[in-house]
């Protein structure tokens, strides 16, 4: 997985993140409420215990101390949008 951050100050984040299949970031929470969009690829994105598979073009909200994974279904590419 290889991930670059584009912005970042005290109320945002933007980072980019390249997963091959089979890769994954394991449960955990985030203070921020973060906003996924897919940009190539697919993704599953588990989200309080319910799996959600999310494809290029498409976007998934998950909630600040709700916790969640990242599972690459495929190679895939995100944007993480996390607002504090």
Same mark, same amino acid.
């Given at each position: 997985m290889g991930s670059e951050m584009c912005i970042r100050d005290s109320a945002l984040s933007m980072t980019l993140f390249a997963f091959e299949q089979d890769e994954e970031i394991s449960t955990h929470t985030a203070d921020g409420d973060a906003l996924v969009t897919v940009l190539d690829g697919t993704g599953r994105f588990t989200i309080d215990g319910e799996a959600h598979l999310v494809s290029a073009g498409e976007s998934i909200i998950m909630p600040a101390h %709700?916790?969640?994974? %990242?599972y690459g279904q495929?190679?895939?590419k995100m944007l993480l949008t996390v607002i504090v």
């Open positions: %709700v916790p969640h994974a %990242v495929t190679r895939f």
